[in-house]
């Protein structure tokens, strides 16, 4: 094996270090907690303007997934906000895979400008884990669609230029081949936001459809290819595009809290602190090694599976050491008068069980694993 | 960058698979308790020339998983890491058995559980602030232990004594033996979790493959992304160790780190608990059987604790990468 970057790799993150650590400021990130809007405009910009989207899009300038992982996986380990950017890099890498000539000329510059975001409708209202059994409907009125139903966890929405919208198209065909993607402009006439509110701060989306009528133009690849569409961007996502190293500022945070509280010195303080450093370091590695499938022409489906998995359950469990550790003062809020680590460790306490859930349940990627990598025989559902 | 075996690794690998699967089959593992040593599989093994400075680190690891995947009766880490410091033909031919004891001298010279100890007849410690080695003969038995492990004690005085190099040069032969001991910790989790498959495949309760069941499924999901995690960060301090020049870096801030040292650290903590945790999940899929001596799995349970725990108290180890991360220096800084 051999873990070493290339020197182009190795400049390509050092200019994202550098980016990233100019504009992730203070005042970026007391906004994101006062809005629950978490991304940032600016730093989006500031990337873009460095060729840095352009590079990292799938299917697009390098598009070596290498950059692709060392670009989410920078701005990660900064604690500053990955998915929003993550998802719209994702869709144009999907765009530029499937879209038609329209389409690209539309989405992809405005997300490699740093200028547009897009969220994702998949998961619906009583959809989930089984989204093969989504009821969203979109059909054909003359040239139209007429796209009825809900969506979920649609996050960005309330910000978005698109969203990516999976509906049922034919009810007749087995379940998950009756499906039609389409990238529909949010200020269509009909759509509905609607804020969820969660406990991690950051705010998310239901959004309704209502008689949304929308040209074949905004059909994003064929007629009932709406899954191979979703799996296109679910490969480009999986274990690579952030998510897996959230556990690099909540160490930085404690580590500062420890030092600062005279903790540092408590043995049992340090043999955590070490544990800690040592999963972030693994999920790096998993992470790492799914974006270098991805970079040697693999679909790294199960590895990401795998990478997820650990690497959320890993960060679920070293924020509850650290706000156990840091006892009462660990139930303390941001920038509340004596917080621990002025309040970053219980945030990070309320964030990490989002991880395991967000992107594919813990549940979800155990069945995944158990019958398609380990081979056990399928449960019963 | 190459994140899975080269071409010559996945070779190297599948030739020493195929060795012990043929020459250690699980008979020989049980013939050999409880010294957990077999002469004659040690004869076959030394024929396979892999003692010596020509083998690096790297293919010592993917030699040690198959060690572990078989866990064979043989004092593979030890022997090791001692003849890249000895190089003496002797002990590369494997005639001479080496080891390593994994502690400095206590006050009565003794070198205390020394991992081989019961079979080395030339064992390389610290002692007295230097790293010596000391030729003496074999005890030939061990306290009955957990792993069924040659442990003994050895003492100092009772040998001829030679000093090797300074302190520091223990320091990197422990750590040595920490990412090969991990790599073979990865093979027993590995090995654990395929004879936790099998048996949920065969087994049937309820009219079904007990594997079709949730609950075993989702115990199982959690090992092979930790086994593969744990392989990666083995590699990883391998081949840190392997470099000529020694990396130093150990930003966890920054998540890189290249120091051979906090990474065979990580790799032996992380590989112990993986194996742990597979052997445990993969011994309760098996159900009373996985407490009969007749399975196999509880040879696996007891090597994947003693294995790791003759280095001593994880909590002492993490503590020690403690201070490598966050020197006592910044400590209680402010």
Redesign the interface.
């Known amino acids: ?6 020197a182009d ?1 190795a400049a390509y993150r050092d200019l994202v ?1 550098a980016i990233v650590a100019e504009h992730h400021t203070p005042a970026a990130v007391e906004r994101q907690h006062r809005t629950g809007t978490f991304d940032n405009p600016e730093l989006n910009r500031a990337l873009a303007e460095a060729g840095l989207i352009e590079r990292a899009v799938p299917g697009l300038g390098t598009g070596d997934p ?1 950059e692709l992982w060392i670009l989410f996986n920078e701005i990660e ?1 900064a604690g500053a906000p990955v998915d929003a950017l993550a998802v719209a890099v994702m869709i144009a890498g999907v765009v530029q895979r499937v879209g038609s000539d329209k389409q690209k000329a539309e989405v992809i510059p405005a997300v490699i400008s740093g200028e547009a975001l897009i969220c994702m409708g998949y998961s619906e209202p009583d959809v989930g884990s089984d989204l093969a059994s989504l009821t969203t409907k979109a059909e054909r009125d003359g040239d139209e669609w007429v796209i009825n139903g809900a969506k979920m966890w649609t996050t960005m929405a309330h910000v978005a230029r698109w969203v990516i919208l999976l509906t049922r198209t034919d009810p007749t065909l087995a379940r998950h081949k009756g499906l039609t993607m389409f990238l529909i402009p949010m200020d269509t006439p009909g759509i509905r936001v609607d804020p969820v509110h969660t406990m991690a701060t950051e705010r998310t989306n239901a959004t309704f459809y209502d008689d949304v009528r929308v040209g074949d133009d905004c059909r994003l690849g064929e007629v009932n290819g709406g899954w191979t569409v979703m799996s296109i961007a679910l490969s480009f996502e999986r274990g690579v595009m952030g998510g897996t ?1 959230q556990g ?1 500022p909540l ?2 945070h404690t ?1 500062e809290w420890a ?2 509280s ?1 903790r ?2 408590d ?1 049992a303080v ?2 955590k ?3 800690v ?10 992470t ?2 799914s974006a ?2 991805a ?1 040697s022409g693999g679909l790294p489906g199960l ?1 990401g ?3 997820k ?2 690497a959320s ?1 890993a960060y679920q469990k070293a924020s509850g050491w650290f706000q156990q550790m840091a006892g009462a003062q660990g139930l303390l809020q941001l920038h509340e008068p004596g917080a621990a680590a002025d309040g970053w460790i219980e945030y990070d306490a309320r964030h990490a069980p989002v991880m395991t859930i967000y992107g594919g349940t813990t ?1 979800i ?7 398609r ?8 559902r | 960058m190459q994140l899975g075996y080269s071409d010559d690794q996945r070779e190297l690998f599948d030739a020493f698979e195929q060795f012990f699967v043929g020459e250690s089959p699980i008979s020989v593992v049980r013939a050999a308790e409880p010294l957990g040593f077999d002469p004659s599989l040690w004869a076959k093994l030394n024929a396979m020339e892999i003692w010596g400075s020509h083998v690096s680190l790297q293919q010592l690891c993917v030699i040690g998983e198959t060690v572990g995947r078989s866990i064979a009766p043989v004092p593979f880490a030890e022997h090791a890491v001692a003849a890249r410091l000895l190089q003496r033909e002797d002990v590369d031919t494997g005639s001479v058995i080496a080891g390593l004891s994994l502690r400095e001298t206590d006050v009565g010279g003794d070198w205390t559980l020394v991992p081989n100890g019961a079979i080395a007849d030339i064992v390389v410690g610290i002692d007295g602030g230097s790293l010596v080695s000391v030729e003496s003969s074999a005890p030939g038995r061990s306290p009955r232990n957990h792993a069924s492990a040659p442990l003994a004690d050895r003492n100092v005085a009772e040998g001829t004594r030679t000093v090797l190099g300074p302190r520091t040069d223990g320091d990197r032969a422990v750590a040595e033996w920490k990412a090969i001991t991990a790599s073979m910790l990865v093979g027993v989790a590995s090995r654990a979790l395929e004879l936790a498959i099998d048996y949920a495949t065969e087994r049937h309760q309820f009219g079904v493959p007990i594997g079709s069941f949730q609950a075993i499924q989702h115990s199982l999901a959690d090992l092979p992304g930790s086994i593969d995690g744990a392989r990666l960060l083995v590699s990883k301090a391998a081949a840190a160790l392997d470099a000529e020049v020694t990396g130093s870096t150990a930003d966890v801030n920054l998540n890189e780190i290249d120091d051979p040292i906090v990474l065979a650290s990580m790799a032996i903590l992380f590989a112990g608990d993986v194996a742990a945790m597979a052997t445990d999940r993969s011994l309760h899929v098996h159900g009373g059987y996985g407490f009969a001596e007749e399975y196999d799995i509880q040879l696996y349970y007891r090597r994947a604790r003693g294995w790791a725990l003759v280095l001593g108290d994880p909590a002492a180890e993490a503590v020690s990468l403690a201070d490598r991360l966050w020197p006592s220096d910044i400590a209680g800084g402010h």
């Open positions: 094996m051999d873990f070493e970057l290339t790799a270090r290498i380990k190293n690099v160490l930085g580590v030092q600062s005279g540092i010195d043995r340090r043999e602190l070490a544990r450093a040592i999963d972030n370091h693994v999920a790096a590695l998993l790492q090694r270098w499938i970079a590895e599976s795998m990478t998995l650990f359950q549940e990627n155990k069945n995944n694993i158990a019958e990598h380990l081979g056990l025989p399928r449960a019963r």
